[in-house]
C-alpha cells in the first residue's frame, strides 16, 4: 500500500508539474494576468453623455457669455465631435487646481479648454493630438515700463494657480526668470489676474498668448502681448490614464472634422481664420 501510495503521490505531482509548464504559470491566477479591456469608448457610449471639464472664464476656448452661456471654440469643436460619437455633450466647469481629480474620480471624461501639452500631463494623462500651437508670453501694460522679460527684475508677475504658464514658471529650464521676479500673485482665473494689472498691483501678467489676444481684443484693454515668450507649447484634451480607445475614437473625429471643414468653419468664427494643427484623416 505505501509503494502505491509513493507512485500516485510523485504521478500527481509530475502532472502538476507538466501544467504548469504548458500554461507558463507557476502557481498564479491566469486570469489575473489577462490584460483588462479599455472600455473608456464603451462607458460613454452606454452612458451617451460626454462630460467636459472646463475652466468657464477661458476665452475665446471657454467661457460665458453675456446671457452666461457657457461658449467657445473649444465648446464649438467639442459639440461637434460629440455629435460625430452620437452622445450628448455636457458641460461642467471644475476647479482647475483640482481638474485632474475631477477626471480621475469619473465627474468628468475629459480635460478640454485650451489645455496645453507638459511632461508632467503627458505622464499622468492619456494625450490627445494637439490641435493649436499657442505661447506661454508676458502680457503688459502698453508703453509702459515692461518691454522684455529681462523687465520683469524684481517686479509683480501676475499667474493663474494650475495653469501651464504656472508649471513653466516652475520648471528648471525658466528658474533664472523666476528668481528674478520679486513677486508672484497667484490668482483662481486670467480674467482676475488681467484686472489686477490693470489696477497696477501686478506689472505683468504670464499667460496664453492665444488667450490673450483674444481677450485684449474684444475688452479693448490698453494691453500688449510681449513677442518674446516663456515657452512655444501646443493645446490638447487630457483623458484619464489608460483611456485610449475614447482618445482614439476623438482624435478620429477631431480628423474628419478636418477634411470636412467643420473646423475650418469654427476657427474662422472665433479667429478670423483656420489656426489648427490637427491633420485630416487618412483615408
Same mark, same amino acid.
Given at each position: ?7 500516485? &503521490?510523485?504521478?500527481? +505531482? ?8 504548458? =500554461? ?11 490584460? @483588462? ?23 475665446? $476656448? ?12 473649444? *465648446?464649438?469643436? !467639442?459639440?461637434?465631435? +460629440? ?16 481638474? #485632474? @481629480? ?14 496645453? *501639452? =507638459? #511632461? ?8 490627445? /493630438? &494637439? ?17 522684455? $522679460?529681462?523687465? $520683469? ?7 493663474? &494657480? ?19 521676479? %520679486? ?12 484686472? /489686477? ?21 474684444? !475688452? ?8 518674446? &515668450? ?6 490638447? *484634451? %487630457?483623458?484619464?490614464?489608460? /483611456? @485610449? ?17 467643420? $473646423? /475650418?468653419? *469654427? ?9 489648427? =494643427? ?6
Amino acid at each position: 500500500m505505501l509503494s502505491v501510495s509513493l507512485v500516485l &503521490s510523485l504521478t500527481a +505531482c509530475g502532472t502538476k508539474s507538466e501544467g504548469e509548464k504548458a =500554461t507558463g504559470k507557476t502557481g498564479e491566477n491566469s486570469a489575473n494576468n489577462e490584460v @483588462q479591456e479599455d472600455a473608456s469608448l464603451q462607458y460613454i457610449l452606454d452612458r451617451e453623455k460626454f462630460i467636459l471639464g472646463l475652466d468657464d472664464t477661458f476665452p475665446p $476656448m471657454g467661457f460665458r457669455d453675456d446671457a452666461n452661456n457657457i461658449v467657445g471654440f473649444d *465648446i464649438d469643436l !467639442a459639440q461637434a465631435v +460629440c455629435d460625430k460619437l452620437g452622445v450628448e455633450l455636457v458641460l461642467q466647469p471644475v476647479d482647475w487646481t483640482a481638474k #485632474e @481629480q475631477e477626471l480621475a474620480t469619473k465627474n468628468i471624461d475629459a480635460i478640454w479648454n485650451g489645455f496645453s *501639452i =507638459t #511632461e508632467e500631463r503627458i505622464t499622468n494623462l492619456t494625450m490627445s /493630438d &494637439s490641435y493649436m500651437e499657442n505661447t506661454i508670453s508676458l502680457v503688459v501694460a502698453r508703453n509702459g515700463e515692461i518691454a522684455s $522679460m529681462e523687465d $520683469m527684475a524684481g517686479k509683480r508677475l501676475a499667474v493663474q &494657480s494650475g495653469s501651464s504658464a504656472q508649471e513653466a514658471l516652475d520648471s528648471e529650464a525658466n528658474k533664472e526668470f523666476k528668481d528674478s521676479v %520679486g513677486k508672484i500673485n497667484e490668482f483662481a482665473s486670467y480674467v482676475t489676474a488681467l484686472m /489686477d494689472l490693470e489696477t497696477g498691483n501686478s506689472d505683468a501678467v504670464l499667460m496664453d498668448s492665444v488667450v490673450a489676444n483674444y481677450m485684449i481684443n474684444n !475688452a479693448g484693454k490698453d494691453f500688449a502681448v510681449l513677442e518674446e &515668450s516663456l515657452v512655444a507649447e501646443e493645446y490638447a *484634451i %487630457g483623458f484619464r490614464k489608460g /483611456d @485610449q480607445a475614447l482618445c482614439d475614437a476623438v482624435n478620429n473625429a477631431l480628423k474628419e472634422l478636418k477634411a470636412d471643414k467643420t $473646423m /475650418d468653419t *469654427i476657427a474662422t468664427k472665433w479667429f478670423g481664420s483656420d489656426i489648427t =494643427t490637427i491633420e485630416e484623416i487618412e483615408e
